[in-house]
């Protein structure tokens, strides 16, 4: 593996996403990419493919470019160009960056390989727990959305452009996406790890039901 690369990669998005919005910054980067390696750590990937898709997958998230799904996959492209990277691996990171998205997963499996999984599994992890928790309600602020409206009930099995398109408050999120993933994970470490997360949400939503006075009223 080409570290050299490895490294010039983080650099470049660090600078990339130094403006970006707290929950899509350099740091969920970071953290995705160490969970990516501790992941790859059990299965049986090319690790190059696996830490430069992990590090680009969200060089320009679609969320911050007027729904634009082409507009990340484009930019990585653009930077591996100007690499030394192979091109059947520039077409392995690009398909990953295209399909690995929580919204591109209620549509049907177009594209699936070992290295996906791997990414898939270390961007989701962020997405759950006490990060997951903290990047949701983040955003939420960012959106301007408010916290809970108990008069607003979630949507179940939303469809992609339902997904994309939705401005629910910031809880419904946790049963719209956050809480479903851990049963999507796709490798024995990341379903692991998912597991403690998991239950810290469930924790996290009984005491915020109780804090505000309303019943747990999707589990009642």
């Given amino acids: 593996m080409n570290k050299r690369l490895i490294n010039k990669t983080a650099v470049y998005v660090q600078n990339e996403l130094a403006d970006a919005e707290g929950g899509h910054d350099w740091h969920h980067i970071k953290r995705v990419w160490i969970n990516a390696q501790k992941i790859a750590e059990n299965e049986d990937v090319d690790m190059e493919v696996v830490e430069l898709a992990a590090l680009l997958h969200d060089i320009a ?21 100007s690499t030394s990277l ?6 392995h990171v690009i398909n990953i960056i295209k399909h690995m998205s929580f919204k591109n997963s209620l ?28 990047r949701a309600f983040n ?21 992609k452009e339902e997904y994309k398109n939705t401005s629910a408050p910031s809880i419904n999120h946790f049963y719209e996406k956050l809480l479903l993933l851990k049963d999507k994970m796709n490798t024995t470490t990341g379903r692991k790890i998912a597991e403690k997360r998991h239950q810290f949400m469930l ?6 039901y109780e804090e505000v006075g309303v019943p747990n009223w999707i589990h009642s």
């Fill in 61 to 81: 998230d679609p969320k911050f470019h007027n729904g634009n799904e082409d507009i990340g996959p484009q930019t990585a492209r653009n930077y591996l160009e």
């Fill in 86 to 91: 192979n091109e059947e691996k520039k077409d």
């Fill in 107 to 134: 549509d049907e499996k177009t594209f699936g390989s070992n290295e996906m999984d791997v990414v898939q599994d270390a961007d989701r992890l962020d997405a759950i727990g006490a990060i997951g928790i903290a």
């Fill in 139 to 159: 955003y939420g602020g960012f959106k301007n959305r408010i916290i809970f409206d108990s008069s607003i009930f979630p949507k179940i099995n939303l469809t």
């Fill in 203 to 208: 924790s996290f939503l009984e005491q915020f």
